[in-house]
């Protein structure tokens, strides 16, 4: 179907029914009004000017926003107030920045109730949510919001739209959908949120197109075009596959997923950033933390540095963000209350303190002590083989040459290419990224190839850290 043809015929389905009006005015007459906005709008960086144009977000102030996810797919679903307070607090923490849940949940959640006892909609009917059901994602919300958490809001998981596995039932159609968007945007204008359409499943089909089409168009009405729109596609996928030319899509998320150890994932960043038009790109379900090794626990576990690896590989190729996950907090699992789901095996309230978590904050620190927004992909500075599987190198520098970073994941020599930065001197670092660390290496003159050693056996990863002396950047992870 061309797109004019297209566009007439959503726009048709949209207005062509009088009794779909009438339930968007009730649901916009119904939509709480909520607290003004404290924290800042985000946007997606916009300057022709700059070389990085397009590639990431920041607020409406032009800070850089560093987007450090969680996956709490179930949030909403299962857990109560308290009980979502200390989850919330323990990741603000952490120093994560987006919180990944989902409205209508995956694991049954339309028809089992939440924490209060309450279904998200009235006969599984997206234009008749239930009140007392989103008063408790209003609060959560506005906790967050309290604690400077922005909410990746999944408006339903993806079963709701094509079921394709998992409970269903398939509910959407392009008109209540956009009908359902238009109340959600509605409700949750000036709050933190970013809209994460899609919820695992893939578009197989021109009507699966529609109803994703008319939800987007939906949420853009509700909350006049204030929040940033991406989409969470199924493993091994990427959100660019069927939507990167539409002017709602802000950004492309992919799900490199949880199939191996030592996946690509900087093969999924590379094929989107280097996609056009510029869209900001990221990994937004990577290896889970405590998941089993492709589902099955015989395969092993992977764990801190499995999700570490994830991380490097993905910004260093170009991600403007990253997010982390756990497969018993994304269930919010808790022993003799739920099944376990994909082996799930220790509570969500145990799975807080996994080393893996408090390793994100040492990322995200890691990138801000640095300017963000000149960051770039660049393995034209390794002049040592960049290496394949578990031992792969990956680098990146500023535009103007100030600093560079090479994530070395096994400690194997590296060898990088000094004229690749700027200034007279080089200064190098080790980034100790499971710690935080920095340890300075010493000073080089900028010029040839030098030869860099990190310490340890076996899976002891590194950062090289190298700065041009000049601009006397404080320790790696250390903010002005």
């Known amino acids: ?31 709480r009004k909520m607290e003004s906005r404290r924290l800042p709008r985000l946007k997606v960086f916009d300057d022709p000017n700059h070389p990085n144009n397009r590639r990431y977000i920041v607020t409406e102030t032009g800070e850089p926003f560093f987007y450090l996810g969680d996956t709490a797919w179930e949030l909403f679903h299962r857990l109560t107030r308290d009980e979502a307070e200390l989850y919330l607090k323990d990741r603000a923490a952490k120093g994560f920045t987006v919180i990944q849940a989902v409205v209508l949940a995956e694991l049954d959640g339309l028809n089992t109730p939440n924490a209060e006892g309450h279904k998200p909609l009235h006969n599984n009917d997206p234009t008749q949510p239930n009140e007392a059901y989103f008063e408790l994602v209003d609060w959560v919300v506005n906790k967050a919001e309290e604690l400077g958490l922005y909410i990746g809001m999944l408006p339903t998981w993806g079963d709701k739209v094509n079921k394709k596995w998992g409970v269903g039932p398939e509910i959407f159609t392009p008109e209540n959908a956009r009908v359902y968007g238009e109340f959600l945007g509605r409700r949750y204008r000036g709050k933190p949120i970013i809209w994460i359409l899609g919820g695992d499943r893939p578009i197989e089909s021109e009507r699966h197109l529609q109803i994703w089409m008319a939800m987007a168009e939906g949420l853009r009405k509700g909350d006049d ?10 493993g091994g996928q990427s959100s660019s596959q069927w939507l990167h030319n539409e002017p709602w899509l802000d950004f492309n998320m992919c799900q490199s997923g949880h199939g191996a150890r030592h996946f690509a994932n900087y093969a999924m960043i590379e094929r989107d950033y280097n996609l056009k038009p510029t869209k900001p790109c990221m990994d937004g379900e990577p290896r889970y933390e405590d998941m089993p090794v492709g589902f099955d626990p015989q395969k092993g576990w992977f764990n801190d540095y499995d999700v570490r690896q994830a991380a490097y590989w993905a910004l260093l190729a170009g991600a403007h963000g ?6 018993n907090i994304w269930q919010m699992y808790m022993p003799g209350k739920h099944n376990p789901v994909l082996h799930a095996r220790r509570s969500w309230k145990e799975s807080l303190q996994l080393p893996g978590a408090t390793q994100m904050s040492h990322v995200k620190a890691l990138m801000l002590s640095r300017p963000m927004l000149l960051r770039v992909p660049d393995q034209t500075l390794l002049a040592s083989d960049p290496g394949k599987g578990a031992e792969h190198v990956r680098a990146a520098r500023a535009v103007d040459g100030s600093y560079a970073f090479v994530y070395i994941p ?9 004229d690749k930065l700027s200034g007279r001197e080089v200064r190098a670092w080790w980034y100790d990224p499971r710690t935080g660390q920095a340890e300075l290496i010493g000073e080089f003159k900028r010029e040839g190839e030098r030869t860099f050693t990190p ?8 950062v090289l850290v190298l700065d041009d002396a000049s601009k006397d950047f404080p320790p790696p992870g250390k903010v002005k």
């Open 322 to 327: 990253h997010t982390y996950g756990c497969n």
């Open 455 to 462: 310490s340890g056996t076996g899976e002891t990863d590194w």
């Open 410 to 418: 096994v400690p194997k020599p590296v060898t990088v290419r000094l």
């Open 1 to 31: 179907m061309r797109r004019r043809e297209f566009g007439l015929k959503l726009l048709g389905l949209c207005f062509g029914s009088l009794a779909l009006g009438c339930f968007a005015n009730s649901l916009q007459r119904r939509g």
């Open 225 to 234: 075009g204030e929040h940033l729109i991406t989409y969470h596609p199924m």
